[in-house]
């Protein structure tokens, strides 16, 4: 539990999930975009999260993305696996990483349109109950009461509550209602938060950034490890306009964009599944060419 722990007081990476001309998952560029990953010392990486498409997947391809990221990383970076849909579809995806070698379980947000708030955080509960590693709990909602985050880290399986909601007011409250919690609470919003995550008394945070510059992700969280905000700020400056990018259509651009840097620099992942946004526009594509090419010059200068 304390390794999990501290890998989520750092960088908790989100891989893309790679797509063959046909459509299916290429397992030899997951691969090699999870070796780089760990190569790279990202603390923690999140198998078949948002920005994996958790939800175009299906329940075969999800355990394939696990299986090949647990053999991947080959113990150079803390694996946890994603799972979610249904109480007992999140169970058997458990059980099923959980067999592989996964560190760690990350409960998505259960989306069900009817779900009352303090059911949802019952989901997490009995998620962890079931599970035989520590588990990080995605909470994409302000709607949780107090009393229900403070179950969540009280609960002895619960190691993190991946917090992805702009509300900083009821995060204060629920971490100063939780310091007797030995749960983490984490920006699940990117770099972009971080700083007032940090300040607000949040540790580590989530990152899409990370499949493209890796070394922008490191930069940003150790300025923010060392309480240095205004360099935090600074860093985050030149990636702004890529986060931007990715809240565009209700968020549907969030993979697109990630997916498009990567071809931009080489790599290309395929595009990104439907209800997601396909492709850019011509005038998206050229601002994030532009963010690119500053971001990995002055990477270069580096």
Known sequence: MDK??????????VPVTPYKADGSIDLAKLSALIARLASARVHNLMAAGNTGEF???????VKAVHSATIK???GKALISAAVGRSLTEAKALARH?????TDAIMGHHPMDPFAGPSYQAKYFL?????????VIAYVR?????????????????????????GNLMLLAEV?????????????GLAEGWAPAFYATGARGFTSGLVNVFPERSHAIHQALEAGDYAAARALIDDIAGFEALRTKYLNGANVTVVKEALGMLGT???PVRLPGVESLTDAERAELRAIVDNVSGKNRAA
């Open 97 to 101: 990483a959980i067999a592989e070698g």
């Open 268 to 270: 290309d992942v395929g």
């Open 126 to 134: 009995e998620l962890a109950e079931a599970s035989t590693v520590p």
């Open 55 to 61: 939800f175009t997947l299906t329940m075969d391809e």
């Open 141 to 165: 909602s302000d709607t949780f009461s107090v009393a229900d985050f403070r179950k969540l880290a009280l609960h002895q399986n619960i190691a993190g509550i991946k917090f992805a909601s």
């Open 4 to 13: 999990i722990r501290k890998a989520l007081t750092g960088i908790s990476g």
């Open 175 to 187: 971490i100063r209602s939780t310091k007797d919690a030995p749960a983490i609470w984490v920006c």
């Open 72 to 74: 991947a990383a080959d």
